[in-house]
């Protein structure tokens, strides 16, 4: 199982510099995140955390000493965890953001809307 689990993750992250450079040009274009963009970020948190797990059944295979492998569990449990939380945090300030973007929009618009309102129009004035 670790050799296939060696390739899932080789294939896993080998596109992730193309799908980096594409979200990155994409981005710039529309300014928010499109299809490359998802793959990226979905592509490299499921590649990194199959590289954890076969590294710890790398240590298995190495018939690497108990006291590796609990060093190994913990650190990578660690990491992983602080790095997941990061990610959530990180999403839910871009989703709060967003919304917050979206009131303020919205609020010119209904803004504007009432100004063009008490513009009198050039129909109704007198000629």
């Not at 793959?39 to 190495?62: E, K, P, S, W, Y």
Request: proline share 4%; charged share 15%; hydrophobic share 45%.
């Amino acid at each position: 199982m670790h050799p296939i689990m060696g390739i899932v993750t080789l294939v896993t992250l080998l596109p992730q510099p193309l799908l980096g450079y594409l979200h990155h040009r994409k981005f710039k274009q529309v300014q928010r995140r499109q299809f490359w963009s998802y793959m990226h970020i979905f592509n490299g948190r499921i590649g990194v955390t199959v590289g954890i797990v076969n590294g710890f059944m790398g240590l298995g295979l190495a018939q690497a000493p108990q006291y590796y492998k609990t060093v190994y569990v913990v650190v990578a449990a660690i990491i992983w965890v602080l790095w997941m939380l990061t990610a959530l945090v990180y999403e839910l300030r871009r989703m709060r953001r967003n919304k917050r973007t979206e009131r303020a929009v919205q609020r010119r618009l209904e803004q504007g809307m009432r100004n063009l309102k008490s513009v009198p129009s050039s129909s109704n004035q007198s000629r």
